[in-house]
């Protein structure tokens, strides 16, 4: 019988001061919370899940400062490993928001013990901000490297309570409009939105966002042969009833700022002009299968969440519009 010594297998050494690491690293965070220090929630992580958590903060690093520099190649590395520590985090994460140093902090900062929704807020003020949060992120990780973990925490605890703050304030949907916007401007080379997202109140957002949601869905549910029909079906339903409730000043604003006249330039064509919409009405009867595609994985990374995806999806359709025959 072949035995593990004959094989020779060399065995990584754990290291017991990462279960130390994230005691400071969760110390420091509860201090800047003006919160007594954490027992429960430390002893959620165990050697092995400690050194994963700062791996998973390293990894979150990375996505930012790729996302924030255009590196569109690399996210997708970057999310790939994300979603690898995320499900190998997934019994600590559970673990730490059933403690009762969670509910601690839930109530310090007046948000919902659903631990769901509070991974959605997060999520989502990452997308939306991830160019104001690169720095920072940034950092966290400088203090990890130089064994800073208290400062690590600290840093890590104002970057969750703004997440959380800002969400309150903003909603949901004026998030998603600007993440939307970043992976759309972001993959045409265009700077990240701004001027026109001020244009916009958090009702308005969620109508326009509804609509996006709304067409991407009901062209999804048809075979592709009918995308062009269920998208012009959908448009005499449903969808032109949402985009007239938003204001004329606002379409206004949104079309004259500087985000979408670089929009407009970027992809060749102005994008509120009448040759663009016959165009796109040309593209979905002339491009069933490839217009079906693209509106599907916008659908696809709405429903999880993930708005840079569905912006940059959107993108890639734009420019395929704008340059049909």
Excluded at 103 to 131: C, G, M, N, P
């Amino acid at each position: 019988m072949l035995s593990l010594k004959s094989l020779s297998i060399s065995f990584p050494k754990i290291d017991p001061s990462h279960h130390k690491d994230v005691d400071e690293f969760w110390t420091g965070a509860f201090e800047n919370f003006n919160l007594q220090k954490p027992t429960e929630l430390i002893e959620c992580f165990g050697t092995v899940s400690g050194q994963v958590f700062f791996r998973k903060l390293r990894t979150i690093n990375d996505l930012l400062q790729h996302s924030k520099a255009n590196k569109n190649l690399k996210l997708h590395t970057d999310y790939a490993q994300l979603e690898v520590f995320m499900q190998a985090l997934s019994h600590a994460h559970t673990c730490m928001f059933h403690s009762h140093d969670f509910d601690r902090l839930a109530d310090s900062l007046h948000i919902s013990h659903d631990h769901e929704v509070i991974k959605k807020a997060t999520y989502l003020y990452y997308q939306a901000k991830y160019a104001d949060l690169a720095d920072d992120f940034g950092q966290i990780v400088e203090e990890i490297d130089n064994k800073n973990y208290n400062n690590a925490g600290k840093i890590y605890a104002e970057l969750f309570k703004r997440s959380v703050e800002d969400y309150k304030k903003r909603g949901e949907d004026l998030l998603a409009y600007q993440a939307f916007g970043n992976g759309l401007s972001g993959t045409l080379g265009a700077a990240l939105p701004s001027e026109s997202v001020d244009c916009y109140k958090e009702e308005h957002a969620k109508l326009l966002m509804d609509f996006f949601r709304g067409i991407s869905d009901a062209v999804t549910d048809a075979k592709w042969y009918r995308a062009d029909k269920a998208a012009a079906d959908y448009w005499e339903q449903e969808g032109r009833d949402l985009l007239s409730k938003i204001p004329s000043k606002v379409w206004r604003c949104d079309m004259k700022s500087k985000d979408s006249k670089e929009i407009s330039e970027k992809i060749g064509i102005e994008l509120g002009s009448q040759q663009f919409r016959e165009k796109m009405w040309d593209y979905m009867s002339d491009h069933n299968i490839m217009f079906y595609s693209y509106v599907k994985y916008i659908s696809t990374e709405l429903h999880k969440g993930d708005y840079v995806h569905a912006g940059a999806a959107y993108a890639h359709l734009l420019e395929a519009i704008a340059k049909s025959a």
